[in-house]
């Protein structure tokens, strides 16, 4: 009984030091840059302060289809949290600015803060309806629906909650 409470101790003497190494890597990540609303930080994350969302501060990098993109969202570990998610068309519709522009890697102007880096303009948002779902254009500020069947495939841009 007495070597089994040891091996307990142990145990959770070495889950809480791996916590504590966790939390401290992750919780001082260092203020790279603002734009307005926005704190990129150097853990690749963006803090949106008007909405409290935590962004990536880059999407996936290439073409994925809806399905591919929830996964790879679900599934992202940026700055050391494990909550990400997809987006939802009203949360990209919210990083949307005319008054904001650069050129993506595939060549199109996008209407973003140039600290949240989009290579292609269209990420997909996690909506869907009957066999469609939504991506949402920063060339135009458009949401568009989209058949799940078609083979257009745009990119995936994970968001969280900054709390």
Not at 66 to 81: H, P
Not at 102 to 107: L, M, Q, T
Request: proline share 3%; aromatic share 14%.
């Amino acid at each position: 009984m007495k070597k089994l409470s040891g091996t307990m101790v142990v145990i959770m003497v070495v889950a809480i030091l791996i916590g504590t190494f966790i939390t401290v890597k992750y919780a001082t990540a260092g203020e790279k840059a603002r734009d307005g609303r926005f704190i990129a930080y150097d853990n690749g994350t963006v803090l949106d302060t008007r909405t409290n969302l935590m962004w990536s501060a880059k999407d996936n990098g290439s073409n994925i289809n809806w399905q591919g993109a929830k996964s790879y969202c679900e599934n992202y570990r940026g700055g050391g949290y494990i909550d990400w998610r997809m987006p939802m068309q009203d949360e990209l519709a919210g990083l949307y600015d005319a008054a904001k522009t650069y050129k993506s890697d595939c060549g199109y102007y996008v209407h973003l803060t140039e600290l949240i880096r989009l290579t292609c303009p269209d990420p997909w948002a996690s909506e869907m309806r009957d066999s469609d779902a939504v991506y949402f254009s920063f060339i135009t500020g458009v949401r568009y629906w989209y058949p799940l069947s078609g083979s257009n495939l745009y990119r995936a841009l994970p968001v969280r909650s900054g709390k």
